[in-house]
């Protein structure tokens, strides 16, 4: 069974704080990897996806990627009160083929004035 | 158009009656996708479409669950004697060619069965 593992959370942090969100993958083959935000009865919205060892930078987020650890976290710099929602780690698992994203249950961001 | 349109918004089912639900993937995506997500958080995928073939179908429950994506109509996920344990979000998803880098997600359908 390839899984995906977040810590649900609730991770509460200050506005203007720095979010430190954390994914582990089973899959050591896994290929892509993506992070989602998720408001309260919304559908997902893509942040950042990521493939390659090493850090990937948008504006205020920045995914990082260490395949040797099968880790892969999502820094959010300057966190803002609009960025409180569940954040879903994804993975595209080994071969890629069939391009099935296996999700983490999500971690559950507050983001307090 | 930009987004993947799901209909209906919400849809209240008596246990043992048929929900169809559909999707219009953004054009000229290649593939599309259907999750199903309950518990809040837990999304189960069911079944992928390339163009009008099924690409993968090993999350559909298949008895009562069955998917198409037929030329120049929304594709249409159908749950035939709905059960209790089928209330969820569902929701669909498109993507180009290179799925590979992510996909979008339409705004889901909520099912009730009651």
């Known amino acids: 069974q390839k899984e995906v593992e977040q810590n649900s959370g609730p991770l509460s942090v200050p506005e203007g704080a720095i979010a430190s969100l954390n994914c582990t993958y089973s899959?050591?083959?896994?290929?892509?990897f993506f992070w989602y935000r998720q408001y309260s009865g919304k559908s997902p919205e893509l942040i950042m996806f990521?493939?390659?060892?090493g850090d990937k930078e948008d504006g205020r987020f920045t995914a990082q990627l260490n395949k040797a650890s099968q880790y892969v976290s999502l820094l959010i710099r300057d966190s803002q009160p609009s960025d409180s929602a569940t954040y879903l780690c994804?993975?595209?698992?080994?071969?890629?083929?069939?391009?099935?994203?296996?999700f983490g249950k999500g971690t559950l961001l507050t983001v307090n004035p | 158009g930009e987004e993947v349109a799901q209909t209906p918004k919400h849809l209240v089912r008596g246990e043992g009656q048929k929900a169809k639900l559909y999707c219009a993937p953004i054009k000229g995506h290649s593939y599309v996708f259907w999750y199903q997500q309950v518990l809040k958080n837990e999304f189960k995928f069911l079944i992928s479409?390339?163009?009008?073939?099924?690409?993968?179908e090993t999350g559909m429950p298949k008895e009562r669950f069955s998917a198409k994506c037929l030329p120049n109509s929304p594709c249409s996920l159908e749950i035939q004697a709905t059960k209790l344990e089928d209330s969820a979000v569902y929701f669909c998803a498109s993507s180009q060619l290179q799925a590979l880098y992510g996909y979008t997600f339409g705004s889901g359908t909520r099912l009730t069965v009651v």
């Open positions: 990521i493939y390659s060892n």
């Open positions: 479409f390339q163009n009008e073939n099924v690409f993968d």
């Open positions: 899959d050591r083959g896994s290929q892509s």
């Open positions: 994804a993975v595209i698992d080994s071969g890629g083929s069939n391009y099935k994203l296996t």
